[in-house]
């Protein structure tokens, strides 16, 4: 049975773009989290500490070393204020 050679060059695109595709997801999300694999099953631990690690270091994924919280983690809060009425 002969091979259809003429296939191979959709296949080899479709294989291409796929792969391409993939791979700049991967890189874009890891570009957001600063070069840390993505987080999955996040419960409500991880989101108390991602919520503290952006009051300390301003990004989700930042972690400080420091013992001592810098002068602004003092005054801003976990607790956000809801509006009335809504």
Do not use: C
Not at 42 to 50: A, F, P, Q
């Amino acid at each position: 049975m002969p091979v259809p050679w003429e296939a191979l060059i959709p296949f080899g695109l479709l294989t291409t773009m796929f792969a391409a595709g993939g791979t700049l997801l991967n890189v874009s999300k890891r570009a957001q989290n600063q070069g840390k694999p993505i987080r999955y099953h996040i419960d409500s631990w991880d989101e108390m500490m991602m919520d503290r690690d952006k009051r300390l270091t301003g990004h989700l994924r930042g972690q400080a070393a420091e013992p001592v919280a810098p002068e602004t983690f003092a005054t801003n809060s976990v607790w956000y204020t809801e509006r009335v009425g809504q």
